[in-house]
């Protein structure tokens, strides 16, 4: 199915959401900010219309009214207007999750409660004559037929609006009488007081319920109008999320507020749209990035290459961007935000026609578990130019690992026998499959015997002044550390001997010292043991294929200590299991990213330069970056373009490889070859 055929919602968008403050309606003047959003490069618009407060005149009980609307006319509709006359679309954004409390005064029962029966106020120390938030149960009334079903049948009878948005509708931790009964009918047993003994799937449910009740008005009262919800990169059952919702969004916010011992990881917003583009046959995910620095900070703009670094991350890998900007452009106190906007959606503009309908070229995948160990695998992928996609282990099980040449399963895993055979299927298939960490037990009997190790398996302790040294066989494991035999290694390793046809590339060196004493005195600072035969890397042949086992936590290094070596190694890891080269290769620059997409009419490769300390106060450019790609004889590329700097570039033969010098690199090129 072509563009033309297709919605309007499964075309490229751009979304700019002002989020609004009520005591700014009066700024908001309908034809002026429409025009000011188009101008700002949005074919989009998210706008406040109901829950926490209703942006019209609404009827619905309980619906609490924006005081601040002025007396005459509809503003709502005069909005709506203006937008669809500068060929904007509009979606309804309505926020369920919280209400004033004149209306708990009323009903009660609608309400969370903690485990002693207080209700959760929001914002009660705020200063100025503010009445009070409190937030609401999502499996009461509230978010159901007492509200929010009644406010939605009113808007979409009332109003043309394109789409609907849901903001905040995930589950609050709750002991209400609700949640009580429901916990009780659903798994037998009382709702626990502490958090963590609640049952995991009990958040997920809840709000899926919700949900699916809200979805299925929408579609009874107006069937055309789709709804946006969340994912979590990190606590959501996608697949959940998906089947309440025509498009799904995601928030990998850059709180620089936090600090910056807690800066967030510079890969935040690739993965996530990478684990949003995991599920098949569905539009492109939304990547909504704020434009504060924190919510604390939300009147103050991200420093602007930060800003721009962050929000390149989102159309490079796959998504469609959502700008959230504190007020309307007349509002924003900082205006350097309205300039990242406009010179992003610029950038989006000149790709949208080429990236429309890709599917991703990567050659490896990594399954995604949401724990630190997948984390460090894909930085170690960012770091080090590999193109990766991020997919989920039930996925592995869908025929989707047949167009991959290499599967990384990272440490602590869930193994089951599906998973367990659709890797060994794609190994014997020719593919390269490279775990890490092995379990002590398991009721797999297969996987020791698979990864090329013996039964028993003993983890040791916490291991420290430890190393990593490479064995013959593991000697294109060293390069660019030929003089440096050993690598530094600390954690935990599992102890276990190779089969008769495994090789060991890599061996541990035991800890010289305790903490304690590594340091002093260096009279007695000699290895005790300067090699052992415990395997650190093991590798074996699988059909055609290749399953290379790592019995220590690489990704766990790289977490914790970021050294060159550990991300060289990950290089050099993908580098033996794919002996006849990758399909992409880039010159090394620590923080820059590359990903990949592929259409019939050819290859797209995207370029983000996030090099620097960050928080980034300044975009500096890349000089002397070289992308070679291998050529398929059948279909040769012979033309290359960069399509940001607007200018072809020469394409040199080299062997079964184009090669071609790109540009300085201030901060994201995309490369079109055809």
């Known amino acids: 199915m072509n563009e033309v055929t297709k919605t309007w919602w499964e075309k490229p968008l751009r979304i700019i959401q002002p989020n ?86 009323q009903r009660p029962e609608w309400f969370v409660r903690d485990a002693a029966g207080e209700p959760q106020i929001i914002g009660a120390r705020r200063p100025g004559n503010w009445s009070l938030l409190m937030s609401t149960c999502i499996n009461g009334a509230y978010r159901t037929d007492g509200v929010a079903i009644p406010v939605l049948e009113e808007v979409l009878n009332r109003y043309p609006i394109d789409g609907v948005f849901f903001n905040n509708p995930g589950y609050i931790r709750c002991c209400c009488s609700t949640c009580q009964r429901k916990y009780k009918q659903m798994y037998g047993e009382p709702l626990p007081a502490k958090s963590e003994q609640i049952h995991p799937s009990w958040a997920t449910n809840s709000m899926k319920e919700n949900i699916d009740q809200l979805y299925g008005r929408i579609k009874q009262t107006a069937p055309s109008i789709p709804l946006i ?86 159309p490079a890998n796959g998504g469609m961007i959502w700008h959230s900007l504190t007020g309307v452009p007349d509002t924003i106190e900082d205006k350097r935000v309205l300039q990242v906007v406009q010179e992003h959606n610029e950038m989006v503009k000149r790709i949208e026609p080429y990236m429309f309908e890709t599917v991703s070229s990567s050659e490896a995948a990594l399954l995604w578990n949401a724990e630190a160990t997948a984390e460090g695998w894909a930085d170690g992928f960012l770091e080090r130019q590999v193109p990766f996609d991020v997919i989920l282990p039930e996925q592995a099980e869908d025929g989707r690992l047949a167009r991959y040449k290499l599967v990384v399963v990272p440490g602590g895993i869930e193994w089951t026998p599906g998973l367990l055979q659709a890797l060994q299927q794609f190994a014997k298939s020719g593919g390269s499959v490279l775990v890490e960490g092995i379990p002590e037990q398991t009721e797999l009997a297969q996987l020791h015997a698979w990864l090329g190790v013996e039964e028993h398996v003993s983890v040791s302790e916490e291991l420290i002044a430890s190393y990593l040294r490479f064995e013959q066989a593991g000697e294109p ?12 290694h600390r954690g935990r390793v599992a102890y276990c001997r190779p089969l008769a046809d495994t090789e060991v590339l890599a061996t541990l060196v035991p800890p010289f010292s305790p903490l304690e004493s590594v340091g ?57 299991l794919q002996p006849e080269g990758p399909a992409i290769e880039v010159s090394h620059s620590p923080g820059l990213q590359v ?34 790609v291998k050529q398929d004889p059948r279909k040769p590329f012979v033309k290359a373009t960069a399509l940001q700097a607007g200018q072809e570039l020469q394409i040199v033969q080299e062997g079964g490889y184009i090669k071609m010098h790109l540009p300085p690199l201030s901060l994201w090129e995309t490369l079109r070859l055809t």
């Open 229 to 314: 919800l969340y994912y979590n990169l990190y606590r959501d059952n996608l697949y959940d999320r998906a089947a309440t919702a025509d498009m799904l969004c995601t928030e990998p916010q850059d709180v620089l507020s936090l600090g910056h011992h807690n800066i967030p990881e510079f890969w935040k917003p690739a993965l996530s749209i990478k684990l949003g583009r995991s599920l098949p046959d569905r539009t492109a995910p939304f990547g909504i990035v704020h434009s504060s620095p924190g919510m604390d900070w939300r009147h103050t703009g991200l420093p602007p290459a930060e800003y721009r670094f962050w929000l390149c991350q989102i």
């Open 595 to 628: 990903s990949s997409f592929r259409k019939e009419s050819g290859l797209l490769i995207h370029l983000v330069n996030g090099s620097g300390r960050r928080p980034l106060t300044a975009n500096v450019p890349l000089h002397g970056l070289v992308v070679k």
């Open 20 to 105: 609004l403050q009520v005591k700014d309606t009066s700024h908001i003047q309908p034809g002026r900010l429409a025009d000011q959003l188009a101008e700002l490069g949005a074919n989009t618009v998210v706008f406040n219309v109901g829950g926490i407060y209703a942006w019209y005149r609404t009827e619905v009980p309980y619906h609490t009214m924006n005081e601040y609307l002025p007396e005459n006319g509809d503003l709502l509709m005069e909005v709506i207007r203006a937008c669809h006359d500068r060929g904007l679309r509009f979606v309804a954004r309505f926020d369920f999750s919280k209400a004033e409390d004149s209306v708990y005064l």
């Open 520 to 576: 002093a005195p260096p009279e007695r600072a000699s290895l005790a043991v300067r090699r052992t035969d415990l395997p650190l890397i093991v590798s074996r042949a699988c059909g055609q294929g290749r399953v290379l086992l790592l019995t220590f936590s690489l990704s766990s290094l790289i977490n914790e200590f970021r050294l060159g070596e550990h991300y060289l190694l990950v290089h050099n890891l993908v580098r033996y």
């Open 477 to 488: 494991l060293r390069a660019g550390m030929e003089l440096a035999p050993l690598i530094a």
